[in-house]
């Protein structure tokens, strides 16, 4: 797990030390460890390395020579079907220096070409300059786990993983126009797949491989979800289910340092656990190491709700102790939470989600003193429908995205001089139903299938990735790697074909996931209803945010306030967030979340300071 920069130039010199040591260094908590440059006269690349995977052997930039044709690598990320790609290899004639997953990227690319992306079974960003054809290759894995951006300046292709490398670039400046505030206000915290925020920054979009030449930059998708009929019984689909669960953990525990799992007593994380534990004894590797978060004082302010019906400690300690693990539970507390609301946007290099962020880039922050790495049960929900809004008609006949349907409140937040010439459900419509144009439905589908796949792609391809995001930004901050199985683009692809009733087993959320473990958790596991990952329910969360948002809006200097609806903004604060009606996203964001993000809003225009060209 790493970060990298760089920027190619076909047409003259811009060989420039400087300006590739300011982007690399701006990644450093990507990559603490180890850090690395290649120079050409048309292309620069730096690389910061978090040492996971063979020490000596993994160093970046990666170069080798083959048929006087001189290609050099730059990657970011984890290829766990390694050990094959490189027996194929070999059998074509490749040897091998090391047992790093990059020399098998970069020797794969040379084999197979723009086909190395279909044959990759990992969370990866990367980027190869072959000198002799003077071409750049890029790609970005199936569901985006790892993040690639890139603006095209002077003829000059600027690439990083994380935006704030890419504004450390000569003559790049943050701009925002009204897509840029529509982002904002409209999908934020979430983002269109493909979009930067800023003005002409824009990232490689997840499953997308792109070719940089003379002729320009040449985009292409090499993977897509495919809907085909699913005729295995359920007998048949309970075993294969099992079957790759089982195999995308094993593959994801291996680790030259040390690695845990998160556990939070949920089906999920539960699963990831018992298979990690299992592996763990197999291979006689001691005790497996896990990890929550907790939230001082929550024991005493615990509010059960429909999105969150339980706390996770009697779950936790049931795992934990079937499982027979080493456990630590890592408590947060309030302020602690608010004071890193900054942090965890310079992280995200954008407005997140809000404490939701904060809390995980704290949590990964202390479970960095025990570990490097982490696989997590992240993702589950999206593949197996597990989320409310799969069953709740409120949000299956809203027409919107489900997770974000207060729309006319998010209207009410602009400022009235910008709400009229913004309108955000136009601009959310678009994207909403621009997706909605992908979805392939059967013939045979019935129409709740065909509703659900419809609702299932809106999640893989949208909420997902927000969540996916947080990980990667809210982890590398801490240099530290989170792995998700769920995640696995063969699972998905087979789970993504079973039909509905069969996927809602016994009409419930991730039913069919829930059968398949009958025997292997316990049911008390089992039948737990969902519970989100948990946030703090300390009444001085609340007060904390208020207070930081009044002193915001009081503040005449500060830049938020061109762009909000003063009066709405006094509602939300005097009713302490209740005047935004609705969860404004997901399940558990209300107001307290929504004044954190206006905070963060306002922090990352004071510190990005982005034209605004409205």
């Not at 794969?108 to 079974?121: E, R, S």
């Not at 909605?436 to 509703?451: C, R, Y």
């Not at 958790?521 to 009444?539: A, F």
Request: aromatic share 12%; hydrophobic share 35%; charged share 25%.
């Amino acid at each position: 797990m790493c970060g990298f920069v760089g920027f190619v130039n076909m047409k003259k010199n811009i060989s420039s030390k400087n300006n590739i040591y300011s982007m690399n260094e701006a990644l450093k908590k990507r990559g603490p460890d180890e850090d690395g440059y290649y120079y050409e006269e048309h292309v620069c690349l730096g690389h910061k390395r978090l040492i996971v995977v063979d020490p000596d052997g993994g160093k970046q930039p990666m170069t080798t020579v083959v048929s006087n044709s001189v290609y050099t690598i730059v990657y970011n990320g984890q290829i766990y079907n390694t050990k094959e790609l490189r027996d194929e290899l070999i059998e074509n004639g490749f040897d091998f220096k090391s047992y790093s997953d990059t020399e098998v990227i970069l020797k794969g690319y040379i084999y197979w070409k723009t086909d190395l992306p279909k044959k990759l079974n990992g969370i990866f960003a990367f980027a190869i300059w072959n000198s002799e054809a003077n071409e750049l290759f890029l790609a970005r894995d199936n569901f985006g786990v790892k993040p690639l951006f890139y603006t095209i300046y002077d003829n000059t292709l600027i690439f990083g993983s994380e935006l704030k490398a890419i504004l450390r670039y000569p003559g790049i400046e943050p701009k925002l126009d009204e897509q840029s505030i529509a982002e904002l206000f409209g999908i934020g915290p979430a983002r269109t797949p493909g979009s930067g925020i800023f003005k002409n920054i824009y990232e490689i979009k997840p499953a997308n491989y792109a070719i940089f030449n003379d002729s320009g930059l040449h985009q292409n998708q090499y993977w897509k979800l495919e809907s085909k009929p699913h005729n295995d019984s359920l007998k048949e689909t309970t075993e294969k289910i099992r079957f790759l669960l089982e195999s995308s953990i094993n593959r994801q525990l291996y680790s030259d340092v040390p690695l845990c799992v998160f556990l939070s007593g949920g089906l999920d994380s539960s699963i990831i656990a018992h298979y990690a534990s299992k592996y763990f004894q197999k291979n006689n590797l001691g005790k497996l190491n896990t990890f929550s978060v907790d939230y001082i004082d929550n024991d005493i302010n615990f509010q059960k709700t429909d999105f969150q019906p339980n706390s996770d400690k009697h779950y936790i300690e049931l795992m934990s102790k079937t499982l027979n693990t080493n456990h630590h539970t890592i408590m947060l507390d309030t302020p602690d939470l608010v004071a890193s609301l900054e942090d965890a946007m310079i992280a995200r290099d954008f407005p997140g989600m809000a404490d939701v962020d904060s809390s995980l880039l704290m949590f990964c922050k202390n479970v960095k003193k025990f570990a490097t790495v982490s696989l997590t049960g992240e993702c589950a929900d999206e593949i197996f429908g597990g989320y409310p809004w799969f069953f709740r008609e409120d949000s299956l006949s809203s027409g919107t995205f489900p997770w974000s349907i207060a729309i006319t409140e998010r209207q009410k937040l602009l400022n009235p001089r910008i709400s009229d010439k913004i309108h955000l459900k136009d601009y959310i419509d678009y994207r909403y139903n621009e997706t909605l144009k992908e979805v392939e439905i059967l013939d045979e589908d019935s129409m709740e299938t065909a509703q659900k796949r419809k609702i299932s792609y809106l999640t893989l391809n949208w909420f997902m990735q927000t969540l996916l995001d947080r990980s990667d930004r809210m982890a590398m901050y801490n240099g530290f790697e989170i792995r998700v199985p769920f995640c696995d683009y063969k699972l998905a692809e087979y789970v993504w074909n079973i039909p509905w009733e069969m996927k809602a087993l016994h009409g419930r959320e991730k039913g069919l996931l829930r059968h398949a473990m009958k025997g292997i958790l316990p049911d008390e596991i089992i039948e737990r209803k969902k519970s989100p990952y948990p946030k703090t329910w300390n009444p001085t969360y609340l007060n904390a945010v208020k207070e930081k948002l009044t002193s915001i809006m009081n503040n005449q200097s500060s830049p938020i306030k061109t762009l909000l609806n003063k009066d709405y903004i006094g509602e939300i604060l005097e009713t302490n967030g209740t005047a935004f009606t609705r969860p404004w996203f997901g399940q558990l964001m209300t107001g307290p979340q929504l004044m954190a993000y206006l905070c963060q809003v306002n922090m990352w225009l004071e510190k990005y300071q982005p034209k605004i060209e409205l």
